[in-house]
C-alpha cells in the first residue's frame, strides 16, 4: 500500500504535540473518542501503519500544525466505547460488531515553525486542502502529497 497522508486534529487541552511526545508512552498516542462517521470510516478504511500525519493542534490561541506523526497500529475497536464509565461511551457498541475504531499514532518530527491556520489559509496553493475550507470541522481528514509537501515547507522540514 502507498503511504497516505493525513491531517489528524487534536484539542490542545487532551494532548498537544509536546505532550504526545514526553507525555505518552514511546511517544506513542491511541486516538480515542472519534465519534463522527466519515472520520471513522477514514480510520477503519483508509488509514494504515506507515501513514504519514500532520498532527494539527486545536481549541487553542493558535490552531495549527505542530510537526508529523505516524500511524504504528492500523484500526481496532475504539475501547472507550465499550466503557461504561468513558465519555465516549456508546451502548449500541458491541466486542463483535463494534461501531468506533481508533489508531496509535507516534510522535515523528517537530516543524521548525509552527505552521498557524491563518498561513494555511493564506497560501494560495492550499485553497483546496480540506482543513482551510469553510466549514469543514473534520478531526480526521486526507491530505494530498503535495499539499503535504507543502505543509511540510512551510513548517521548515
Known amino acids: 500500500m502507498p503511504v497516505r497522508y493525513w ?3 487534536c484539542e490542545f487541552s487532551e494532548c498537544s504535540f509536546d ?7 514511546d511517544s506513542t498516542g491511541k486516538w480515542r473518542g472519534v465519534r463522527n462517521y466519515q472520520a471513522r470510516n477514514f480510520i477503519r478504511d483508509d488509514m494504515g501503519m ?3 500525519v500532520l ?7 493558535e490552531p495549527g500544525i505542530a510537526g508529523l506523526a505516524e500511524i504504528v497500529r492500523a484500526a481496532y475497536p475504539d475501547p472507550t466505547a ?11 457498541s458491541t466486542p463483535d460488531a463494534p461501531r468506533w475504531f481508533s489508531v496509535d499514532v507516534k510522535w515523528k518530527k517537530a516543524f ?3 505552521v498557524h491556520l491563518k498561513d494555511l489559509k493564506a497560501n494560495p496553493e492550499l485553497g483546496e ?3 482551510v475550507r469553510r466549514g469543514q470541522r473534520l478531526s480526521i481528514q486526507p491530505v494530498r502529497k503535495r499539499e503535504f509537501e507543502i505543509v511540510c515547507k512551510m513548517g521548515g522540514v
Open 112 to 114: 521548525k515553525t509552527y
Open 19 to 25: 505532550d504526545l511526545k514526553h507525555n505518552r508512552p
Open 82 to 92: 465499550l466503557d461504561p464509565n468513558s465519555n465516549y461511551y456508546d451502548d449500541k
Open 50 to 52: 506507515g501513514d504519514t
Open 7 to 9: 491531517l489528524m486534529k
Open 55 to 61: 498532527f494539527y493542534q486545536s481549541n487553542c490561541d
Open 129 to 131: 486542502m480540506l482543513v
